[in-house]
């Protein structure tokens, strides 16, 4: 699969599964245990991986940048040569993707078999920010917005309390009933069975979008719900932006569910392959984007070698980015 003329085998030794396979998170005992399952998993043939196509450039030639993810699993994380999308590559097949997200998605990277009001009320914080950011944008209420992948509805929540109109997402019937105990507008589905007669003035995909596979699929989905003023807001995390959730460690942002790890410019070239143009955005990344009248020209794309030199240089500065010091003094605060 991998092409390594270019000569980048790793970023370094930490990102080889064969170096070690520890986890660089602290994970409760549920975690542990969805994390050897998932390990074993993988080792017996349970799941399966299959090549993808780059959804930006279609580009089938890649270089490698780890074989492991922050929680010890071995998957293969390279970067296009082409455009320079970093990606998960081999992934999960449609088969083994559904075992995941519904046997140790929640328990691994949440650390519960189901929805808790703490986690409720920090999404619901979330949500508050991304109002104030949409409103920082032009974006007020009460526009209507639609939250795909709402789970329990606390982003929502938070959007709502902003005075924003809102109807959640989602494919997990459990977290959409939790929703709906909250009396939060709610339904288990996808975009596509959104009721079409309600244009939304916003279409979010807030931390979600990393984790579609048929991503191209997914924004044709978002074409297709959006009216002529429908702006998309697009959340998902920045490769270039590790500070301050993941303590600058690229380690800690690599993770086996997030397929596509997108820059600010590769985002917007996925979109731009859509008609889309980015009206707004930052780095970590949020970003609204509307329908272009005319095609969107992104320029030519960084080289693989430029974008290796900053995820370098990023090391660089984990290495004296004093993050034991920081943990200990949380775990001091909290008692």
């Known amino acids: 699969m991998a092409n390594q003329h270019l000569g980048f085998l790793m970023l370094s030794s930490r990102f080889d599964i064969a170096t070690g396979a520890q986890s660089v998170v602290d994970l409760n005992d549920i975690q542990n245990r969805a994390r050897d399952r998932l390990i074993s998993d993988i080792a017996t043939g349970r799941y399966i991986f299959e090549t993808l196509s780059c959804p930006i450039c279609d580009g089938d030639q890649f270089t490698p940048l780890a074989t492991r993810d922050r929680y010890g699993v071995p998957c293969r994380i390279v970067i296009c040569e082409t455009c320079s999308l970093v990606q998960t590559n081999p992934y999960l097949d449609q088969n083994s993707a559904s075992i995941f997200y519904s046997e140790i998605f929640a328990p691994l990277h949440r650390g519960s078999t189901e929805p808790t009001e703490k986690k409720f009320q920090d999404r619901r914080k979330y949500g508050a920010g991304i109002a104030s950011w949409l409103m920082k944008n032009g974006v007020k209420p009460p526009a209507r917005i639609v939250d795909v992948g709402c789970s329990s509805g606390g982003v929502l929540q938070g959007l709502t309390d902003a005075g924003f109109k809102g ?161 200990s003094a949380k775990r001091a605060l909290r008692g």
């Open 167 to 327: 109807v959640g997402i989602d494919i997990g019937a459990d977290y959409v009933a939790d929703a709906q105990s909250r009396g939060l507008e709610a339904i288990v589905g996808t975009l596509d069975d959104l009721d079409s007669s309600q244009c939304p003035d916003v279409i979010a995909y807030c931390q979600s979008l990393e984790h579609f596979v048929p991503i191209n699929q997914e924004i044709e989905r978002m074409s297709r719900a959006a009216g002529k003023g429908t702006l998309l807001y697009i959340e998902v995390p920045g490769l270039f932006q590790l500070f301050p959730t993941y303590h600058l460690d690229l380690m800690r942002y690599f993770q086996l569910a997030h397929i596509w790890h997108f820059s600010p410019y590769t985002l917007q070239r996925l979109f731009a392959k859509h008609g889309f143009v980015q009206v707004a955005g930052d780095g970590y990344i949020h970003a609204l984007f509307r329908k272009s009248e005319k095609p969107v020209d992104m320029g030519p794309p960084p080289s693989v070698a430029q974008v290796i030199a900053k995820l370098r240089r990023t090391e660089r500065l984990r290495a004296i980015y004093p993050v034991k010091l920081l943990r």
